[in-house]
């Protein structure tokens, strides 16, 4: 099938890419020209395990390509799927959806024959009939249809996740879109992926369902870790005893500093402010944004107790700055409300990621990127462990902190206390009372 890909971002370039993979022909339209041409020389502009090669191997096949000519691309595309992002609206919680309608109306003037215009960006209920009132404007209804397939895909796993997908979600009003789709899922529905035909509303829906839920079971045990470091008890025996229940499931249960990405912080607002406009209140998901926004802060005072609150001069290391493992992704991670207070307070902070210095960080006065972790360490006060990557899972801390004097925050659990015992080091972990 010919396909085009609003938006070459996380989500329309994995999906574009993959669907490429699996014998379409792609394009991906970006208004970015700098991100265009990047790929047009095979040179991925964000950090995702594998893409790479799926990039270079699929321009060679011809079945993918890179273009800024959104006109052309639509004219020659059967699928349209529109991947722009739907960020928080300035000053309140709603989704800016200007991104999505400047993309409706552009495409409204190139429909010339019948398309699918399907959203895989995460809109709130009733977007799709926007678009579909957006492009009735300029075309009959028989030309077009508006179908919602939210996308489901993790940074860092977003290959597997589009390759082995737990559903595939199509909310279309009617028949002939969802056969079509059907069918160009269907590689994906024969390695064994439920496909799930919904209400566009539906489909809509089910996308900040899922995020607010899961973002609910990280701030539930979050809460409980809490908890746990009051009473002498260790978070991980709590999240292992009751994660095995069935009912409830093991992952997102891990215990660690606020949530955040590109996804669950927008996502929760935007489905409680949808509410609102519905005159429904929300009251768990709004409790659970006021919790995980509080979570940064009771971290904050918990680096403040283990200082003695003397901050000033204090050299502190960051391993880790993107809000989860396996990505480059810094949008609303923790670390951005943490490492600039810590400056604030006189903090002279050096931070290791593995994908590299982050321009986010650049201004922050007394704030600078090292590129190993050992020159990370080097004359540390306190290391704060702050993202998941592997490559912290197993330091050499004895030849790392050799003869100095060195105290271990780890926020993510990856070492037992024990560990630290008989050694001149003093480590802080998670809900471990
Ligand atoms: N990042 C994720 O893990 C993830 C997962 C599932 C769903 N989503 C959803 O998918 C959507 C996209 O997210 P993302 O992280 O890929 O965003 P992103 O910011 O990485 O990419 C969006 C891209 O759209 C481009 N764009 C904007 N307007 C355009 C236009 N008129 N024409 C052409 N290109 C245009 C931008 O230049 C940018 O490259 C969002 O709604 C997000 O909530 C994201």
Redesign the pocket.
């Known amino acids: 099938m010919k396909l085009c890909m609003?938006?070459?971002?996380?989500?329309?370039?994995v999906s574009g890419v993959c669907f490429s993979d699996l014998g379409n022909h792609v394009i991906c339209?970006?208004?970015?020209l700098t991100?265009i041409k990047k790929l047009q020389h095979g040179k991925i502009p964000?950090y995702e395990p594998g893409l790479d090669e799926l990039v270079k191997k699929n321009i060679e096949n011809k079945k993918l390509s890179f273009s800024?000519d959104?006109k052309n691309s639509i004219k020659k595309s059967d699928i349209i799927f529109i991947?722009?992002?739907?960020p928080t609206k300035k000053g309140g919680g709603s989704a800016d959806l200007s991104?999505i309608y400047?993309?409706a109306k552009?495409l409204s003037k190139s429909i010339n024959k019948y398309k699918i215009i399907v959203t895989?960006?995460?809109?709130p209920v009733t977007t799709g009939d926007e678009i579909e009132k957006i492009i009735l404007k300029f075309n009959s209804k028989n030309k077009f249809s508006v179908v919602s397939n939210?996308?489901?895909?993790?940074?860092g796993e977003?290959i597997r996740d589009f390759i082995y997908p737990d559903r595939i979600v199509v909310g279309s009003n009617d028949k002939k879109s969802n056969k079509i789709l059907k069918s160009l899922y269907s590689p994906l529905i024969t390695k064994g992926a439920k496909y799930i035909n919904t209400s566009r509303r539906a489909a809509e829906l089910i996308?900040y369902a899922s995020n607010a839920f899961l973002a609910t079971k990280i701030t539930f045990i979050n809460e409980l870790a809490n908890l746990c470091e009051k009473t002498k008890i260790n978070i991980d025996d709590i999240s292992i005893g009751i994660g095995l229940d069935q009912r409830i499931g093991s992952r997102f249960l891990r215990a660690g500093p606020a949530y955040g990405?590109?996804?669950f912080p927008?996502?929760t607002k935007a489905i409680t402010s949808t509410a609102d406009k519905f005159s429904t209140n929300l009251s768990i998901i709004k409790s659970v944004i006021k919790s995980n926004e509080n979570r940064s802060k009771l971290l904050l005072n918990r680096i403040y107790e283990i200082l003695n609150n003397k901050v000033k001069n204090k050299k502190i290391s960051f391993l880790g700055v993107t809000f989860k493992a396996n990505t480059d992704?810094m949008r609303d991670s923790s670390s951005l409300t943490m490492i600039p207070a810590l400056s604030k307070k006189g903090a002279i902070i050096s931070y290791y990621d593995p994908t590299g210095n982050k321009v986010e960080l650049n201004k922050i006065k007394n704030v600078s990127y090292s590129n190993s972790v050992t020159k990370c360490l080097d004359k540390a006060d306190l290391l704060i462990i702050h993202t998941e990557w592997n490559d912290f899972k197993s330091l050499d801390f004895s030849k790392l902190i050799k003869n100095k004097k060195i105290t271990i925050f780890d926020m993510r659990n990856l070492y037992s206390p024990q560990k630290f015992i008989n050694k001149n080091i003093k480590y802080f972990s998670i809900g471990r009372g």
Not at 29 to 32: E, L
């Open positions: 609003i938006g070459t971002g996380y989500v329309g370039l339209v970006d208004k970015d991100k964000i800024n959104l991947c722009v992002g739907t991104q400047g993309v552009e895989k960006s995460t809109v939210p996308e489901f895909l993790r940074e977003a996308k990405g590109s996804c927008k996502d992704d």
